[in-house]
C-alpha cells in the first residue's frame, strides 16, 4: 500500500445477507469503524445498476469504497482495513514479517480450500439449481473435502490459545469462523473442538454488530 486513505468517514461498504459479506462487516466493528452500508442482495436487480457495475466488473458482493478507493475480496478488504486503520489495540493482523504471513495462509486456505473449494460448491448445485445445475454427487463431495480440511484446524486450535493463532483475534478467525458457521447451516459437520472454538469466537460483541449490519432489509409494512 502506497496511498493512505484520504477520507476515514467516506467508507461505504456493499453488499448484506451472505457469509461473505459478513466478514468485511465483522471486521469494520472490530476495528471500531463508522461506515455507510449499501444492503445489496447476491443475485437482485441491485447488483446490475450502472452504480454498481461501474464500481466492478465482477459484479460481486462484498465492495468496498474509501474515498476513491475501490475493493473487492472479502479478505482483500479486511487486510485493507486493518493496515488502513488498525492499531496496536485492533489490527486484525500482526505486524511481525512471519506471523502476518501465517495469518494470510490461513485466509488463503479458509478462502480457496473451505469456502470456494467446499461450501460454495454445495451453495451452487444444491441450493441454487436453478442457475448452476443439480449436482448430488459433488456437493457430497465437497462436504467430504471439508471434512478432510478439518484436521489442520483441529491441530491449530489444539495448541490451546484462545484465538486460532494466538491471544488476540485475527483476520484468520474472522475468516474461519464465518466458513465454519456456514458449515454447520448447510449440515455439514465440524469438529467439537471447532465448534467450541466458533461459539466462543462468534459471543464477541463485534460479532453481534456485524450479524446486525450484514441483515437483508425487510421491506417497510407503510
Ligand atoms: N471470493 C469472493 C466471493 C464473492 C462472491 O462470490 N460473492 C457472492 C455473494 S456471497 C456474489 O456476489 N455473487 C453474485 C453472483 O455470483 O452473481 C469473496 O470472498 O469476496
Redesign the pocket.
Known sequence: MTEQPQDPGRIILW?V?????L?PHWALAELGLDYECQPIQ??SSA?QTPEFTGLTA?????LLQDGAFTL??????ITYLSDAYGDERTALLPSSVPARAQCLEWCFFV?SEL??GSL?VI?RHQYLPQIYGEAPEACAGAARYFADQMPSVERQLDKGHPFLLGDRLTAADIMLTSCLTWAVRFGVGIPDIAAAYAARITARPAYAQAMARNTIPQPSME
Open positions: 453488499g445477507g451472505t457469509p461473505r459479506t466478514r447476491t443475485r447488483m465482477r459484479k460481486k458482493i462484498p473487492t475480496e472479502s479478505a482483500a478488504i478462502l469456502d470456494s460454495y451453495r
